[in-house]
């Protein structure tokens, strides 16, 4: 059967929470993005699915429980005669969302538009059938990111076991900045009529981003190899052993380039830091870095709307100044750490695309 959301479920606008507002609140507090506090009532009930009206318009939740929504976000509630909670959770997710969008400012959803939205509607049993599916794969995701999260712990405990925290520096050791032992600066520039659909991959700080968490890519944008060997001649060439990071990464995401295949970057968004010192190994650089940025970001970024690193500021950060033979040791603990870490996340790619395929086949 095919129908309308107007015909299988109920849409409860959500409203300000200031009235209901109460840390010590029994029910949740959901914005588009989660949850953003609590509150003594709620509007939604249990096995509810949150959409944003404003903002954040293509990332649904599943609620498990009764919560207040805020007026920037709506409560698709369910017929649970017809259809099934999570069923339409999983619609939600698969359904793009941003075509409904008539604003070229902030994106936006109305009731009227969500209400006309259609769904195939089949029996509960093959609808349960479906969920139970899409569960268990969401299951084995979950754990997969746990795995990950664990990992970076473990790495992170090791760091701060060997080394101590890179703000405190309870150790002792001696500091040098960051400029003294490296480059530190970005690229030249690339324009938007320069880039190509083939050729050397350009990457952005999104892949950047990805390439540091260990995520497999497939580049979207190109310029030629002419281009390429223009900018390297000019800025350098970037080269294994390398660290390159989003200027926008208050989570440490800063990969060690791994690869010797040809590729260039945006300049401004991604930071570049080449030319270190053979006193130094890339891996622990990187985790000195990473742990000076994540604990104190709000003082090493800048900017009125996002804070973003500047190459001034990178340039100023201390850096421990410890025994080759420690940076060593702990580069290969990182090493062994990162190849489970690489099987895991193996599996969880594997995981995202069955997903992903699944619900092609079933919502698609």
């Known amino acids: ?73 709506f409560g698709l509630v369910a017929n649970g005669q017809i259809l099934l909670p999570k069923y339409l959770y999983y619609f939600c997710v698969n359904y793009n969302f941003e075509e409904l969008n008539t604003t070229v400012t902030i994106p936006s959803l109305t009731k009227a538009n ?46 701060v076991e060997m080394f101590g925290d890179c703000k405190t520096n309870p150790k002792g050791w001696k500091t040098q900045r960051l400029e003294e032992i490296a480059e530190v600066g970005s690229s030249k520039r690339v324009f938007v009529d320069e880039l190509k659909e083939g050729g050397i991959p350009f990457y952005r700080g999104t ?25 390297c001649n000019a800025s350098g060439t970037p080269k294994r052993g390398d660290l390159l990071m989003p200027s926008i990464c208050p989570d440490g995401r800063i990969w060690v380039v791994d690869t010797d295949e040809p590729f260039y970057f945006k300049d401004g968004r991604v930071l570049w830091v080449h030319g270190i010192s053979n006193s130094y190994n890339s891996i622990f650089l ?23 690193l500047k190459i001034f500021a990178l340039k100023a950060c201390n ?32 995981l995202e695309t069955l997903k992903k395929s699944l619900m092609q086949t079933y919502f698609g």
């Open 319 to 350: 850096v421990f100044d410890v025994p080759q033979s420690l940076q060593t040791e702990f580069a290969a603990f990182v090493q062994s750490t990162d190849q489970v870490k690489s099987t895991v996340q193996s599996s969880l790619d594997e």
């Open 286 to 308: 990187l985790y000195t870095l990473k742990d000076r940025i994540m604990t104190d970001y709000s003082s090493i970024a800048s900017g009125t709307t996002f804070a973003e």
């Open 207 to 231: 892949e950047v981003g990805a390439l540091a968490e260990g995520k497999s890519i497939i580049p979207e944008l190109y310029i030629t190899e002419q281009h390429y060997k223009e900018l």
């Open 114 to 159: 969500l209400l006309q939205i259609s769904i195939d509607v089949p029996e509960l049993t093959q609808q349960k059938a479906v969920v139970e599916k899409l569960d268990k794969i969401e299951h084995l995701v979950s754990l997969r990111k746990q795995q990950l999260a664990k990992l970076d712990e473990l790495v992170k405990a090791r760091f």
């Open 1 to 73: 059967m095919r129908a309308k959301f107007a015909d299988v479920l109920e849409i409860r606008n959500g409203k300000n929470q200031r009235k209901v507002e109460n840390p010590q609140g029994k029910y949740p507090i959901y914005g588009s993005g989660g949850v953003m506090g609590y509150a003594d009532d709620f509007i939604c009930d249990a096995e509810t699915v949150v959409i944003g009206r404003k903002g954040s318009i293509n990332n649904p939740i599943f609620v498990n429980e009764p919560f207040w929504n805020v007026d920037t976000a």
